[in-house]
């Protein structure tokens, strides 16, 4: 059974500094990892799509990685501002049920001006 | 581009009332619909699933059930609601290719039984 993890489930940094945040899952038989984002009482903003083929995606502050055989991600956050301060989710696409998205329970991130 | 609204934003609904969330998708052709419930400080748990019209997959047993009565709509109901299905609900689509999928959502429902 897949599960995903999310380490640290909070985290608060100075403005300016580089983070990762990270993300396990423990079966590699996956499609995709996808990260997300979630402003408190809002939907989810996809912030980067990474194909299991691939090794990393890049988005203007950020790169999220994904290294498939040993089950993890991170997603690193350069020069980070207040307007970050969100919580970040990851989720796979197993192969086995292609429909379906499983989740990790998210970062908290506040960012201190 | 493609967008999905998703309304109410907030509903307060007394034990035992009926209920109906509505999702729809703008910019695509038969999307795969989802609904899931957001517990707080949990991750996300899918409830229902459409792969088309009239196609509805759910994962857990509860008291809701969906509906998708046209291709880019998905509504989420309950004949009684219970004080347990207070939570965040959200919508979401992607597109049936196994290779790309990337999900997007709406902004929620924030439903409080009372």
């Known amino acids: 059974k897949q599960e995903v993890t999310q380490i640290p489930a909070a985290l608060s940094v100075p403005e300016g500094e580089n983070l990762v945040l990270n993300c396990s899952f423990t079966?590699?038989?996956?499609?995709?990892l996808q990260w997300f984002r979630q402003d408190p009482g809002k939907g989810l903003t996809s912030l980067l799509l990474?194909?299991?083929s691939q090794r990393e995606q890049t988005s203007g502050r950020l790169n999220a990685s994904l290294d498939k055989s040993s089950g993890r991600s991170t997603l690193y956050i350069a020069a980070s501002q207040p307007g970050d301060s969100a919580t970040y989710l990851c989720?796979?696409?197993?192969?086995?049920?292609?429909?379906?998205?499983?989740w990790g329970a998210g970062t908290k991130l506040i960012i201190k001006p | 581009s493609q967008t999905i609204h998703q309304w109410p934003a907030t509903l307060v609904q007394p034990v035992g009332s009926p209920l109906s969330l509505e999702c729809t998708v703008e910019g695509t052709s038969n999307p795969n619909l989802y609904w899931y419930r957001q517990a707080a400080g949990r991750g996300l748990q899918l409830l229902f699933y459409?792969?088309?019209?009239?196609?509805i997959s759910s994962e857990v047993p509860q008291n809701l059930s969906a509906s998708r009565p046209q291709d880019r709509q998905f509504i989420l109901s309950s004949k009684k609601l219970l004080l347990s299905d207070s939570g965040f609900y959200l919508c979401?689509?992607?597109?049936?290719?196994?290779?790309?999928?990337?999900?997007?959502f709406g902004q929620g429902t924030r439903l409080t039984v009372v």
């Open positions: 990474i194909q299991s």
């Open positions: 079966d590699s038989a996956i499609y995709n």
């Open positions: 989720a796979v696409r197993p192969t086995r049920s292609n429909y379906q998205l499983i």
């Open positions: 459409s792969v088309g019209i009239g196609q």
């Open positions: 979401a689509w992607s597109v049936l290719d196994r290779a790309s999928a990337e999900a997007f």
